[in-house]
């Protein structure tokens, strides 16, 4: 689980994944309410995974399966959701926000 590193305090799982799905990089730490950000590395992992299950596995899935795009969102749909539901796990944080790039 990620570590604040203001306070060193471990952050509950249910309180990454409320940050997580903020959206944001900026983040406020549960223990002292400092702010906090993700790496780059985490953010790519945890946040930008989902634009190529938009972008390609969707269209994939409509075309391999020959269905319309809504049956290929719904058909990945349990896979986001499984995915968002483990992404607390690879979230680690910095006190300064990195670049994206
Ligand atoms: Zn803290």
Do not use: D
Not at 6 to 25: A, D, I, M, P, V
Not at 47 to 62: E, K, T
Not at 90 to 97: I, M, P
């Amino acid at each position: 689980m990620p570590v604040c590193q203001h306070c060193g305090g471990t952050w509950s799982y249910k309180e990454s994944l409320k940050q997580l799905l903020n959206l944001r990089r900026k983040m406020t730490c549960e223990h002292c309410n400092e702010q906090q950000y993700s790496t780059q590395r985490s953010y790519w992992v945890s946040q930008m995974a989902f634009l190529p299950a938009y972008f390609i596995i969707i269209p994939l899935v409509s075309i391999v399966f020959n269905v319309g795009f809504l049956i290929g969102f719904l058909a990945i749909t349990p896979l986001l959701i499984f995915y968002t539901l483990i992404s607390p796990k690879f979230l680690t944080l910095s006190n300064e926000e990195e670049p994206l790039w």
